[in-house]
């Protein structure tokens, strides 16, 4: 008896061989790297999570058009979020953030869920726990997104918020089960952050972060950015953001007002180099 292995199995029999490593995974698909039966149904074995591939009918739209999409995205929790009637936007900033910054971003965020934004962030330490630990303290709805595998939350901190999440939102990450957190996966992680939300939203960030390659994947993509502005006499890129174009942001009012024409006007995406055919 022959036995047919499923596309999306060898999808995910990949990514869980080779950790997520994007690169890795695409030239095993390439190269049509031989998997057996046995193989990949412990792969399937080992999952401890739900999964999404690129080939499914409801992999997220908005995803297939970031730079390198996922090949499969492992997740616990609501995956209708990610059709999001909605508006969605992504509130990222500093991991060391001043009572300023930690100040507004609660202000605002808990603004922002009042007017049934969902908001998407990357579950570190700082503007991203403080956005998710406010939006589930209103009950709205947010979605996280890991640099590390879909159980090992990272850092230690986070772990109750993560939980939270798990059980009533949505957590995923293209890492499976407990891959150790890495300092390359979180620059990477955030183009997915910048493709789920319609805009980004940074309210702290400091002169060469991580936050600023989330803004650079967001213009990429030809979404709006909003920025808190500072004190003239703190280290900060965020007056910097502003004069460049980004809109500046009080309060909440100032990002639901833009949201109605931000989001008609913005669809337009960019070319970008397509995965190969018949990659499976």
């Not at 979020?81 to 971003?105: D, F, H, N, Q």
């Not at 920025?227 to 500046?248: F, K």
């Amino acid at each position: 008896m022959i036995f047919l292995i499923k596309g999306r199995d060898i999808i995910i029999h990949l990514a869980i061989k080779y950790e997520g490593d994007w690169n890795r995974i695409y030239e095993a698909i390439k190269a049509k790297e031989p998997a057996t039966v046995a193989e990949v149904g412990a792969s399937m074995e080992q999952l401890k999570s739900e999964t999404l591939t690129i080939i499914d009918d409801d992999y997220p739209e908005n995803l297939k058009r970031i730079y390198k999409p996922p090949f499969v995205l492992f997740y616990h929790g609501d995956k209708s979020l990610l059709t999001y009637g909605k508006a969605s936007l992504a509130v990222i900033g500093s991991r060391k953030p001043s009572p300023y910054g930690e100040a507004m971003t609660r202000a605002i965020v808990k603004d922002l869920v009042a007017g049934e934004i969902l908001i998407v962030s990357g579950l570190a330490r700082g503007i991203d726990h403080i956005a998710h630990q406010t939006t589930l303290a209103a009950d709205g709805k947010t979605i996280a997104v890991l640099g590390s595998g879909i159980n090992r939350p990272y850092p230690e901190e986070t772990k109750v918020t993560y939980e939270k999440i798990k059980q009533r939102q949505l957590v995923l990450s293209e890492y499976p089960d407990r891959v150790e957190p890495h300092k390359d996966n979180f620059p990477w992680r955030n183009r997915i952050i910048a493709g789920l939300a319609q805009a980004v939203f940074v309210t702290e960030a400091r002169h060469r972060s991580g936050t600023l390659i989330t803004v650079g994947y967001a213009l990429y993509l030809g979404k709006d950015v909003y920025v808190l502005p500072h004190p003239a006499n703190v280290e900060s890129s965020c007056n910097r953001l502003i004069r460049d174009g980004a809109v500046l942001v009080e309060s909440a009012h100032d990002i639901l007002e833009e949201l109605g024409k931000v989001f008609v006007d913005k669809n337009a995406e960019p070319d970008q180099e397509p995965l190969p055919k018949n990659f499976i």
